[in-house]
Each structure stands twice: as structure tokens, then as C-alpha cells.
């Protein structure tokens, strides 16, 4: 093999291993058997299984924001579509990826090595997010509601998705769109019912 072919291997062998393992289960020497290398190619590529974990996440992370991204452009150009119809686009492609890339979702949502401050869920639910908030901002600004809570609505609307999203691909038991649509039915509905200034209706028990 020349070095990227070496390369590409060692990583779609990690790929499989850390979603099937996790992080903390998979050994270098693990990698390094199947994939029929010596512990020192795996050094050389990614400097151990750091490196090779990072370069994982990070290439799952790229293409499921890719996916997302280009899920939520216009289909006509000039033409700006309903809110609701890039929340049911935003929630297929989440489920799309979780469909089509079911190792590389099950490395996502496991926790990330110690000592690494990317590449974890959370981080990912947060750029995700971010790609969907001037949608919802829009959608206050339409409803007279306060577009500054934009951010917190749409990293609740991101995990709304998200976790139902990975009992989907365990159960499999409704179709894909389904799922998109019933997850979709509660966000829309919700944020057409939602109050301006909404507060608590009982007072918290102080301990």
C-alpha cells in the first residue's frame, strides 16, 4: 500500500473499532492487528491512538455538518424556504447520517478520551445548532418573540433529534420519515404555542 492508501486504511479500522469498542476499549495493539500493521505504522501516521481517535471524529463531524448544511439551503434560488420546511430538511439529514453512518453516529454520542475538549456531543449538538438558529431567530422575529433566545431554543431542538435519533437506530421500529415527522409535529407545534415571557407556573421547593 503507498502511505494515504496505509492511511485510509488505519482509519476506517479505527472507525470500526472505536464505534464498536469505544475509545477506552480499543488498544493500539487491537488497530494495529487488524489491520495487519505493526504498532510503529500506526505511530508514524497519527502518533498513537490519540491521534488516530481525533482524526475519526473529526471526519465524521465534517460530514455530518455537511449534510446538515446543505440540507437547510434553498432548493429555489432567491426564494427563502418555510421554517417549517428546513426543520422537517434539518431533522431527515440528522436522521439521514444516523441511517447511512451508523458507526460514525455511535462514535459521536460516546463520551469523548480524557483531555480532549473536541470532538465530544455536546460540542457537536452546539455547531449543529448553530446551523439551524437564524432559522428559529427569523421565526421569532415573525411571531414577536425575543430572537436573542434563538441559541437555547435550537441546542433544544438539535437534542431533541439527536438522542431520539439513536433509539431510532436501535429499535428501528418507524420508518425514517416518520420519525422525522412526529419529531417535527412536536418542535412546530410547540414553537407555534410558544408564550413571549414564559415563566414557571409552581414555585421551586427551597431545600
Keep these: 500500500m503507498t502511505g494515504p492508501q496505509r492511511r485510509q486504511q488505519l ?45 475519526v471524529v473529526d471526519r465524521e463531524i465534517q460530514a455530518l455538518l455537511t449534510q446538515v448544511t446543505a440540507a437547510l439551503q434553498p432548493t429555489e434560488p432567491g426564494r427563502a424556504p418555510h421554517s417549517r420546511a428546513l426543520l422537517e430538511a434539518a431533522a431527515l439529514a440528522l436522521l439521514d447520517y444516523i441511517e447511512s453512518s451508523t458507526d460514525g453516529f455511535r462514535i459521536l454520542v460516546r463520551d469523548s478520551p480524557p483531555g480532549q475538549s473536541t470532538g465530544s456531543f455536546a460540542s457537536l449538538i452546539s455547531d449543529i445548532a448553530s446551523q439551524v438558529e437564524h432559522i428559529l431567530a427569523a421565526e421569532f422575529r415573525r411571531q414577536r418573540l425575543d430572537p436573542k433566545t434563538a441559541p437555547l431554543y435550537a441546542q433544544m431542538l438539535v437534542g431533541m433529534v439527536a438522542i431520539p435519533g439513536g ?41
Excluded: C, Q
Aim: proline share 5%; hydrophobic share 40%; net charge positive.
Design 11 to 55: 482509519i476506517e479500522v479505527g472507525r470500526r473499532l472505536f464505534a464498536e469498542k469505544g475509545f477506552e476499549g480499543t488498544t493500539v495493539e487491537e488497530i494495529a492487528a487488524t489491520a495487519e500493521v505493526s504498532k510503529p505504522v500506526l505511530y508514524e501516521h497519527f502518533g498513537g491512538k490519540e491521534g488516530l481517535y481525533a482524526v
Design 167 to 207: 433509539w431510532w437506530l436501535d429499535s428501528r421500529r418507524m420508518k425514517k420519515e416518520d420519525v422525522a415527522a412526529h419529531l417535527v409535529n412536536l418542535a412546530w407545534n410547540g414553537l407555534s404555542g410558544m408564550e413571549p415571557r414564559p415563566t414557571l407556573r409552581t414555585k421551586p421547593h427551597k431545600g
